[in-house]
């Protein structure tokens, strides 16, 4: 017996998700694969389950890109096939110039996707909650930044 296999609606409400978001995500992640009855319905697996759930995470929880998803997983699937290789924190997306440009005097913003110092750990909860301050701070800074262009050149006199 292959173990229990859940038609998409069920897979969906165990997952909090919506049937569409399954069925998006199987296009694409090459990674979900769910088996299909004569008919063409869709029974996903235990292991596609568990895909599910990381990439949920990875989406939601660590608010990461469809490409930045795909980008960890395949990450993941490569280390998993090298044996007795050392595990190696996941590279994001570099800064961009136009992204992080900062005045002249001033450091450019850190990136949300910067993972905190070295000697400093957070649980899961917890740097959910960073990336998303880190996120919104970025967000705020550029608006700031925006508002400080070039047009205003008036001041004290």
Known sequence: MRGKLYRIGEAAALLH????????????FPQITPLRT???????TEKNL??????RYLLHERCLTIEGARRILAEEAARETLPNQEETPPQLDPP???RNAAAPDQ???????????????????????YRRLAAELESISSLLHSLDGPDQTTGPA
């Open 107 to 129: 450091k450019p913003a850190a990136r949300p996707s910067e993972q905190p110092a070295e000697n400093f750990s957070l649980d899961e909860e917890s740097e959910v909650l």
């Open 96 to 98: 961009t110039e136009s």
């Open 17 to 28: 998700l919506k049937t569409y978001v399954l069925r998006f995500w199987e296009m694409e």
């Open 50 to 55: 568990a895909m599910l759930r990381r990439i």
């Open 38 to 44: 004569e008919k063409g319905q869709r029974l996903y």
